[in-house]
């Protein structure tokens, strides 16, 4: 009783059609398509990238940085 069986999901899917249609559905696919190729495109491009340089030690050469020390509230 609480999964579906096929049959269901066949009406189902008769239901969306018939509101929707098979024109939108086939846009609403190709759009879905095209935004997980952008995404996996995306991905893959930062991944190639470098890194954003690490913050070190080293003064900043940067003359409106302000270099603060965190002191603790007594």
Do not use: C, E
Not at 7 to 13: E, G
Not at 28 to 49: E, I
């Amino acid at each position: 009783m609480g999964s579906l069986s096929l049959v269901h999901w066949i009406i189902v899917l008769v239901v969306v059609i018939a509101i929707f249609g098979t024109k939108k559905l086939r846009n609403v696919g190709a759009d879905l398509g095209a935004a997980v190729k952008g995404f996996k495109d995306g991905m893959k491009d930062g991944a190639s990238d470098t890194p954003p340089p690490q913050v070190t030690a080293n003064k900043a050469s940067d003359p409106n940085t302000v270099d603060v020390d965190a002191k603790t509230k007594s």
